[in-house]
């Protein structure tokens, strides 16, 4: 079995965003880890290959410092890794980096694809279902368990309080929740070989069936009227109840007046 993990390297929030001019995201500046939606679907992917020998490709795009993603990945038990990387990609929105990517899985060979449900940078969730139409095969989108049954894969998608069960054909692509499972750590031999292994760079050259109107920021059908690292918030109401009866009953009050009970 061949599978594809697809990740991406996306700040880490805590330390704050920042913008360029255009809007996009500034990259360049910012601390980066590995998205936890990512992260989960490929721990998924190295439990099928502890249980299947499943030979596991880790592919992202990004700038060159993405690499770093793709090693720790390495460091946790992938066997390849490849960086798709030119100026000509950048400021992409969910389309055109949808395109690359699957520009890029077309050189490759797999059974089964696996991305993050969402990169907490842009709270979408629409790159995986959208490599998967690229592709033309089917998806299964928010899974909480994954199993291989010869060559179909059954899935519990989470929905609301409850879960679905659904089962497709391989070739297929499925969107992984963090809720998945808890990622191994890396081991100190894996980040070793790691720092060893060879990253493979492709760039627009290496993407097949892919036209230059559908990459990067020219061809981003998306567009950033505004952007913002700070939400001002207001004061907000301050109230001074008599007595703690008058305090729960003024809370009840607001929360019923907003549906909330």
Known sequence: M???????????????????????????????????????GLEAALRL???????????????????????EALAMGADKAILVTDRVLGGADTWATSTTIAGAIRNLEYDLIITGRQAI?????????????H?????????????????????QRQYDDRYHVLEAQMPCLITALSELNEPRYMTPGGIFDACKAEVITWGRKDLVDVDDSNLGLAGSPTKIAKASDKVRKGAGEKVVPESPEDAVSYIVGKLDEKHII
């Not at 290959?49 to 090693?71: F, I, N, Q, S, W």
């Not at 709270?123 to 998967?132: E, H, K, L, R, S």
């Open 135 to 155: 592709l033309g095969i089917p998806v299964i989108s928010y899974a909480q368990d994954i199993k291989i049954e010869g060559d179909k894969v059954v899935v």
């Open 49 to 71: 290959k502890d249980e299947y020998g499943a030979e596991v490709t880790v592919l992202t795009m990004g700038l060159p410092k993405a690499a770093d993603a793709l090693r």
């Open 121 to 133: 940078d842009g709270d979408t969730a629409q790159v995986g279902p959208q490599i998967a139409e």
């Open 2 to 40: 061949k599978i594809i993990v697809c990740i991406k390297q996306v700040p880490d929030t805590k330390g704050g965003v920042k913008f360029n001019p255009d809007g996009t995201l500034d990259r360049t500046s910012m601390l980066a880890i590995m998205n936890p939606d990512d992260k989960a």
